[in-house]
């Protein structure tokens, strides 16, 4: 019985995967020949290349100097970092209505669950954990543990804070994460392999890892699909690293995004970071190692590796990430962070982002970015909850000094108001 | 991880009561699961409320259909409704009597703009027009230079120059009129719809330039927040569109029809890859069926392309719809589906597959595929291409050769001659046994008379998987097909089976016959 089942299946997936599948390269494949056309008149080899060639042997990136600042354009010292809860403040409004709607009503009834619900859901925290929270409030309000509303709104945010908490993290108030919230295992769907999976309770912690072995050059990773902000961030993180003392050199492995080097290189120069880059088109893997390699030469402290923006449904793309920390790995380098860059706009999508590259290249951390805007960012708390995955910087604008470290407590805040 | 509509409808089909209409309980329980497929799909909250309410609207007053069951009913109702939200009234591109006609582009930091503009030209101009870019961002490091590499990989001129963006912008329309262009295409920097000094920018911008066509960009990923962006900006700028970029990932894209409900201007374009030509005008079906959750076929093709063979796999289905598929063939075939890993697991992923072959596939023990195997390797090769030789010794052979039993070779042989003859009939258009839905359907208006692998353009290109996942809709639906062939999916419902092969009456054919493709660049 099943042999025909086989056969049905084998030949329907055949035929339609080769159909569709002509269709699809056919049409990829013509654009990929008109872009090598141009590219190649327009006299770049700028056309993307999948992962097809073995890995090259160590190549030298084509522009043998690296270009050193010899001082930042802007010399300004950085100013102070800014305060999460000052850049929020104009965007509680929204959801502070609901919570204030709650506060209000004086009991707790179905339309204080409604409010909590929208008011979560409205943050992108999304349906299943939003459905958790609110069924252990729901439960501790029938146990009598909490009593009105003010109560609930107190053990929500405490929820949300455990939730996002390292071990070891002190908060003001002390409350327990709910059994059910905290086990919460990962992916155990049965959805394949995950190599480089954290547990909640296993994470690396908040800090950025930085090992002071001599002879190992560090290398933080930022990785994401495309325009979340990855090279902003990096600009970013070498400025504060710069300011703590280390020294810093930017690797530009964006080589596919037209003008990535020169916008990195911008901002080598902003902060005074010195940077490698390779031609528009080149392996990015090479260009890591190279920086690895002068960087141990030199006695750079910390390389900071920009990657192009990739969609994690890509993979060609994903192995080449897989490669480029393979390569970013060997002696004398080692990778401490690899940072998932994600915009806080995003949505349920986030969490699906976080899984699969966590999967493929063993993210440490993310990095959430655009919080300034009003997009809550409450997929992250999905992202803790089910992959142990700790946010540990937040992005809050465009220039270098925008950046702070992850504080639950002052996140929640802005979340729920 | 989250589930399909489908998947959620299917569970509590069971409880919707067949009545003569669906009533009011059952609607609002299909509808609860609306509202949490769409919610993980990243519609906005308001917009879920108002969509649902349509749909109950949509749904109260019908009749109960016969051959569809309660759930996919419900289905089709949000289907429908969505397809008629996202698309609607399209917009028209019309020219200014008095070139150039200014296009603005607007939107959050990182959602495409700078690549849509490059598209838009590149678009414009394999339509023989004449455009000019405007690289109005001086804001982002080096946005200016990728504009310009792009203008270059595109053949489209950029204009830029130094100084701020307003005057920029003004300058470059300007510039647009004094060489003649007939469109201007002006990017400008990425801003927080909350920022009030940069949206009076954009303002200003709007103001000097006169733009007839202000197109938002949106990110498909974008969750809750489209909504309030994209009033804001359409406060601001009276937006004529709205395009909607990274469809290659597997974001559900429910921004899409929260900017669509609230705005109410049309989804023009859809951009779906980083290369300049992954750009399309949008297909509101293709989005709906997205949102739904209905098939991973992008994932399947991805992975195909991966490890299979192409030109194998191409060859090999151009062959069996010839009907000049053999046994030698199918080893060939079983070979390249085996390196895309568990043969169940990729079932699944294949759109629109019913709850009855989901579940079958589930059943699939891929330890079989190595008995089908050995069966097809103990044969010779004569043996393969006319397995009408294969007489009573040579299966007692074979089964030894293979560790099976003659019963299990003659079911091999009896049921691969069905499945060439189904195929051939598919090959030929014509209604299948048993399985009306797929000869009838899509499939067989599609191949209607071809002898060759026919030009499945229709189903669209890299970005798309609305055709796709209807038509496997068909092919799924059909599992009392596979009742014809004597297999028994899902256990204990053969009547559920019979009923749904009367869909599509067996005899309809896609009106025309014919799908003529889009018209590709």
């Known amino acids: 019985m099943t042999a025909v089942l086989i056969i049905v299946s084998v030949l329907l997936l055949v035929l339609v995967v080769g159909a569709a599948y002509a269709t699809v390269t056919r049409a990829r494949r ?35 100097p690296p270009e050193a600042a010899p001082a930042p354009e802007e010399a300004a010292p950085p100013t102070g970092p800014p305060r999460l809860a000052e850049r929020l403040g104009k965007t509680r409004g929204l959801i502070a209505g609901y919570l204030g709607k709650v506060r209000s009503r004086g009991s707790v009834d179905a339309a204080t669950w409604d409010d909590l619900e929208e008011a979560l859901l409205r943050a992108d925290v999304g349906v299943a954990t939003t459905q958790a929270l609110l069924e252990d409030l729901r439960s501790r309000v029938v146990s009598r543990e909490l009593s009105g509303p003010d109560e609930v709104l107190l053990a929500l945010r405490g929820d949300l804070v455990a939730l996002l908490s ?63 902000g990855k090279t902003t961030t990096i600009g970013k993180v070498a400025r504060q690293q710069v300011a703590d003392g280390r020294s810093v050199l930017l690797a530009a492995g964006d080589t596919f995004r037209a003008a990535a080097g020169e916008q990195l290189a911008r901002w080598g120069d902003r902060v005074g970071a010195e940077i490698v880059r390779g031609a528009e088109g080149g392996d990015p893997s090479a260009i890591v190692f190279d920086a690895v390699q002068r960087a141990s030469a030199r006695g750079n402290d910390l390389v900071l590796a920009d990657t192009a923006g990739r969609l994690h449904t890509k993979v060609n793309l994903i192995e080449e990430l ?48 655009k919080l300034d805007g009003t997009a809550k960012g409450g997929v992250v708390v999905a992202i803790q909850r089910e992959l142990g995955l700790p946010v540990k910087l937040v992005g809050l604008g465009e220039g270098p000094d925008d950046l702070v470290p992850f504080d639950p407590e002052e996140f929640v805040d802005a979340l729920i108001g | 991880m989250f589930d399909t509509l489908s998947d959620r409808l299917e569970r509590i089909a069971g409880r919707l009561r067949s009545r003569g209409r669906l009533n009011d309980a059952d609607l609002d329980e299909a509808l609860r699961e609306i509202r949490t497929a769409l919610l993980e799909a ?24 016969k051959s569809l069951t309660p759930g996919q009913q419900v289905v089709k109702a949000v289907h429908e409704e969505l397809v008629e939200v996202l698309g609607g009234e399209p917009l028209k591109i019309t020219y200014a009597s008095k070139p150039p006609t200014v296009v603005l582009l607007a939107g959050l930091q990182g959602s495409g703009k700078t690549t849509t503009s490059a598209k838009l030209a590149l678009w414009w101009k394999q339509q023989g027009r004449h455009p000019l870019l405007v690289a109005a961002d001086l804001q982002r ?35 647009a009129r004094r060489i003649g262009r007939d469109l201007c295409v002006i990017d400008t920097a990425g801003r927080l719809a909350i920022d009030a000094e940069l949206m009076d920018e954009v303002r200003r911008i709007s103001q000097v330039t006169s733009p007839h066509y202000t197109f938002l960009v949106v990110d498909a990923m974008t969750g809750q927040d489209a909504v309030a962006t994209a009033t804001a900006f359409h406060e601001t700028l009276a937006l004529d569109g709205v395009i909607v970029t990274k469809l290659d990932g597997d974001a559900r894209g429910g921004a899409a029809l929260s900017v669509k409900g609230v705005v109410g201007r049309p989804i023009v374009f859809a951009s779906t890859g980083e290369k300049l030509g992954d750009f399309d005008l949008f297909h509101p079906d293709r989005m709906a069926d997205r949102i739904l959750g209905m098939g991973d076929v992008l994932t399947l093709i991805e992975q195909a392309e991966r490890t299979m063979d192409r030109d194998v796999v191409e060859r090999s289905a151009g062959r069996m719809m010839e009907g000049r598929f053999t046994l030698e063939d199918f080893l060939e075939q079983l070979q390249q589906v085996k390196k895309l890993g568990s043969l169940g697991g990729i079932m699944k992923l294949l759109p629109g597959m019913s709850k009855d072959l989901r579940q079958a596939a589930d059943q699939i023990d891929d330890r079989e595929i190595g008995r089908v195997e050995a069966m097809i390797r103990s044969m010779t090769a004569e043996e393969r291409l006319n397995p009408t030789v294969i007489d009573g ?64 353009s229709s189903l669209g290109g890299a970005g798309s998987d609305g055709d796709l996942a209807a038509l496997m809709g068909e092919i799924g639906g059909s ?30 054919k896609k009106k025309g016959g014919r799908v003529t493709p889009p018209k590709r660049r």
């Open chain 1, 30 to 64: 013509r654009t990929f020949e008109e872009e090598a056309e141009e590219t190649a008149a327009a006299g770049r080899g700028g056309a993307r290349t999948a992962v097809k060639e073995a890995p090259p042997p160590v190549a030298a990136p084509e522009e043998a």
């Open chain 1, 166 to 228: 390292e071990p070891g993290e002190r908060h003001h108030e002390h409350l327990a994460v709910p059994a059910d919230l905290a086990e919460e295992a990962a992916l155990d769907e049965g959805e394949g392999e995950v190599h480089h999976h954290l547990h909640h309770g296993e994470t690396t912690g908040r800090e950025l890892r930085f090992d002071d072995e001599p002879g190992v050059t560090n290398v933080w990773l930022f990785v994401g699909v495309n325009g979340v």
């Open chain 1, 322 to 369: 897989k490669k480029i920390r393979r390569v970013a790995e060997r002696p004398p380098g080692r990778v401490t962070e690899v940072l998932l860059v994600l915009d806080a706009v995003t949505g349920q999508n986030g969490l699906v982002q976080a899984q699969q590259f966590t999967e493929a290249v063993g993210v440490t951390g993310v990095v959430l970015t």
């Open chain 2, 42 to 65: 990243d519609v906005e909250l308001g917009v879920v409320r108002s969509f649902t309410e349509s749909v109950r609207a949509r749904c109260s007053d019908e009749v109960l259909s």
């Open chain 2, 141 to 175: 490091p080096a946005a200016v230079e990728q504009l310009k590499v792009l203008g270059e990989q595109a053949g489209v001129t950029v204009f830029s120059q130094a100084g701020d963006p307003v005057s920029v912008a003004a300058a470059g329309v300007e510039e």
């Open chain 2, 393 to 456: 010794s040579r299966r007692t052979r074979i089964a030894r050769g293979s560790g099976t039993t003659t019963q299990d070779v003659n079911q091999l042989l009896k049921q691969f001659r069905e499945m060439q003859k189904m195929m051939k009939g598919l090959g030929a258009g014509g209604a299948l046994p048993g399985m009306p839905a797929m000869g009838g359907g899509r499939l067989g208006g599609l191949l209607g008379g071809r002898r060759s692998l026919p030009d499945l």
């Open chain 2, 479 to 508: 599992s009392g097909g596979l009742e014809a062939l004597g297999v028994g999916v899902g256990a204990g419902r053969p009547t559920a089976g019979g009923a749904k092969t009367s869909r599509s009456g067996g005899k309809k």
